[in-house]
């Protein structure tokens, strides 16, 4: 990205890149200095022209709040909660932090027995189920930072029959497989989407080339709640 970056293309109009630091943020500045429109998305870098981010810790309300909605409406306000945690990125502790911090909010009785980074191997997800079965056999609800997790916690929790009306997981990002679960009425129950990167870029690069100061300069994802309520309208898609 940086050496692409630092090179003059008379015929480039905008360079899109995909980051998790700042790391190019110089060259960013160069190619904007040479008059190349800049996206970047994934984090918030010094310059840009213009900027695609997730709010992380509002998509970790973002999955307590279908949690708690669930919990009341189901088990009167009271469960065992365990929370598949994530400190190996700055998305992932935020959207810990913010699952935490809503819970303590807005269902301050309930028990959380459980947050831990199981880490991002696949079969990471299962080693925590089988763990928290283990330890804590009547837990009701799993809140995860990602759907590759949360998905391999509710296989577990299947082959250990551990499913049914009063069990809950929730995970995020939308998987195909997790709005599949959701459609079908399992205890796969709820998926935070955090919003689609490279249609909010191709929507807005046209008025960005063309110089339109309309669009702003950011958009910021915040996280909407995906539930046997509304997942026909995602896998409409």
Not at 5 to 33: G, H, L, P, W
Not at 130 to 154: G, M, Q, T, Y
Request: with cysteine; net charge negative; charged share 25%.
């Amino acid at each position: 990205c940086i050496d692409y970056c630092e090179k003059r293309y008379d015929n480039v109009d905008a360079i899109v890149v995909i980051t998790f630091d700042a790391a190019a943020d110089s060259a960013f500045k160069d190619a904007m200095d040479k008059g190349v429109k800049v996206v970047v998305a994934g984090c918030e870098t010094e310059n840009y022209s213009y900027n695609v981010i997730s709010e992380n810790t509002a998509i970790g309300h973002c999955i307590a709040e279908m949690a708690i909605d669930w919990i009341n409406e189901n088990l009167d306000g009271e469960a065992q909660i365990a929370i598949v945690a994530s400190q190996g990125s700055p998305s992932g502790a935020d959207r810990t932090a913010g699952m935490e911090e809503y819970f303590a909010e807005n269902l301050p009785e309930a028990e959380i027995v459980l947050v831990q980074d199981p880490g991002s191997e696949a079969g990471s997800g299962n080693d925590f189920a089988e763990n928290l079965l283990l330890r804590f056999p009547d837990v009701n609800v799993v809140c995860s930072v990602s759907d590759d997790r949360a998905l391999e916690v509710f296989e577990s929790f299947k082959a250990a029959n551990h499913v049914g009306d009063d069990v809950a997981i929730y995970g995020c990002d939308c998987n195909g497989q997790a709005l599949q679960y959701i459609k079908e009425g399992t205890s796969y129950r709820g998926s935070a989407d955090t919003g689609n990167y490279g249609q909010e870029i191709v929507d807005i690069l046209p008025a960005l080339i063309a110089g339109d100061d309309s669009i702003g300069t950011q958009t910021v994802c915040t996280g909407v709640g995906v539930t046997i309520e509304n997942v026909e309208d995602y896998l409409a898609e």
